[in-house]
């Protein structure tokens, strides 16, 4: 995982927009991430430092020392009450902690088949039986011409989740990034655990 904290240390990764993801910005101002919040894989914290402006609880972590460094000095900058931590997302049962909602922005797509089903059982050790786990993943429809992340299938989502969980919302979606002017494509997912 030391290629993430290279990719800071070269400046500023595709992935960093400088704001929060349009998606979960709206899910935001929905009201329907709410409680005790996590964000997994939060980067330089964009998402988290949205939660905390709404009031929420939130905790953000990430793998990448630099990307926590960077979300810690955001909140101080800003004045908010975010927390950061370097944490691995597929031990979150370490953080011995339970949120009602989970926030993932690129982080499913990153696990190759064995460690998804790892990262699904960090997930089931943190969200609260009702809780939500709101993702985000680049999707097969997104051309493999420029390299990137995994390409994730819709029923490859529906297959890691199939035991425990519930999926309320599966749909085409575009994730904003320094790459792509139109948005690349994307999965959006809800979904309960309900197990």
């Known amino acids: 995982m030391s290629r993430f904290d290279d990719a800071y240390a070269a400046g500023t990764p595709p992935w960093d927009i400088g704001r929060a993801q349009p998606r979960f910005a709206e899910l935001l101002a929905q009201g329907r991430i709410r409680g005790r919040v996590l964000d997994v894989g939060c980067g330089t914290g964009e998402n988290v430092l949205a939660c905390a402006r709404a009031g929420l609880a939130v905790l953000g972590v990430d793998l990448?020392?630099?990307?926590?460094?960077?979300?810690?000095?955001?909140?101080?900058?800003?004045?908010?009450?975010?927390?950061?931590?370097?944490?691995?997302?597929?031990?979150?049962?370490?953080?011995?902690?339970?949120?009602?909602?989970?926030?993932?922005?690129?982080?499913f797509h990153v696990f190759e088949d064995p460690e998804r089903a790892r990262y699904v059982e960090s997930l089931r050790a943190v969200v609260v039986p009702g809780g939500r786990y709101f993702m985000m993943v680049f999707s097969d429809r997104e051309p493999a011409d420029w390299?990137?992340?995994?390409?994730?299938?819709?029923?490859?989502?529906?297959?890691?989740?199939?035991?425990?969980?519930?999926?309320?919302?599966?749909?085409?979606?575009?994730?904003?990034?320094n790459m792509h002017p139109d948005g690349g494509e994307a999965w959006f997912a809800e979904l309960e655990r309900t197990a």
């Open 64 to 107: 990448a020392t630099l990307a926590i460094e960077r979300a810690r000095a955001k909140a101080a900058q800003q004045g908010l009450a975010a927390e950061f931590a370097v944490a691995d997302a597929l031990s979150l049962q370490t953080l011995a902690r339970s949120f009602d909602t989970v926030i993932d922005c690129a982080v």
């Open 147 to 177: 390299g990137g992340p995994r390409r994730v299938r819709g029923d490859e989502i529906e297959a890691a989740f199939a035991h425990g969980w519930a999926v309320r919302t599966l749909q085409r979606d575009r994730f904003v990034t």
